[in-house]
């Protein structure tokens, strides 16, 4: 019996129809995953900004504690002692031993700000990290400062320039002090230029996700 002239051809039809159902179902599938991905990356976007801005309103509460000008002797009573020294010049030592206390207090939060810093930079780039690095640099002028104000309360020289100097020293402990100080309060200004940079930057990012 003769083939049927057309049964090649249905064959071939059908072949070149599944060939085509296929690459449609594909195409579907990569630009369903590439939408898939771009959902992700944004709830990753919104869940590190949200992250971020809680962290930056938590730093206001952190510092301020940190930079109480109370202070109590159950702060300082662990402190290395100085041969010779006044019970008046160990409290005024202790005022400052007491601020790299509670920056050791708070040293859960410092560390969690530089792991925040590294995810935030993966996600947002690289450009992110100067403004973490205010916050950072804030917290290491206290604990200089006060490293310095806890060995020497008061300069051992009262030159004018040694006295301004010391006058810097407790603007970066102590906000009170910035009048007292020709460079104001530098800790305090960054923590600002801080806070106001993260809310622009993930501000904008969690309100889109609305």
């Known amino acids: ?3 049927s002239p057309w049964a090649f051809g249905w064959t071939q039809l059908l072949t070149i129809v599944g060939m085509i159902i296929t690459i449609g179902i594909a195409a579907g599938g990569f630009r369903t995953f590439g939408r898939w991905k771009r959902e992700k990356l944004e709830e990753a976007r919104i869940e590190t900004a949200i992250k971020a801005l809680a962290l930056t309103y938590k730093s ?8 109480s000008p109370m202070t109590f002797s159950f702060e300082y009573k662990d402190m290395p002692e100085q041969a010779g020294e006044t019970e008046d010049k ?26 925040l810093q590294a995810e935030c930079t993966a996600i947002f780039g690289p450009a992110i990290e100067d403004t973490f690095l205010l916050l950072h640099r804030a917290r290491r002028e ?11 309360p008061e300069p051992t020289h009262r030159s004018e320039d040694n006295l301004a100097t010391w006058n810097s020293f407790r603007a970066d402990v ?37």
């Open 174 to 210: 102590w906000a009170a002090y910035a009048g007292a100080s020709k460079d104001g309060d530098k800790v305090g200004a960054k923590l600002s230029k801080f806070r106001s940079q993260m809310e622009s930057f993930c501000r904008p990012i969690i309100d889109r996700g609305k």
């Open 90 to 115: 160990r409290g005024r030592r202790g005022s400052f031993y007491a601020i790299l206390k509670r920056i050791e207090h708070h040293k859960a939060f410092f560390e969690q700000a530089w792991e």
């Open 142 to 152: 206290i604990e200089v400062s006060a490293e310095m104000l806890w060995n020497d």
């Open 60 to 67: 206001k509460f952190v510092f301020e504690s940190i930079r």
């Open 1 to 3: 019996m003769a083939e």
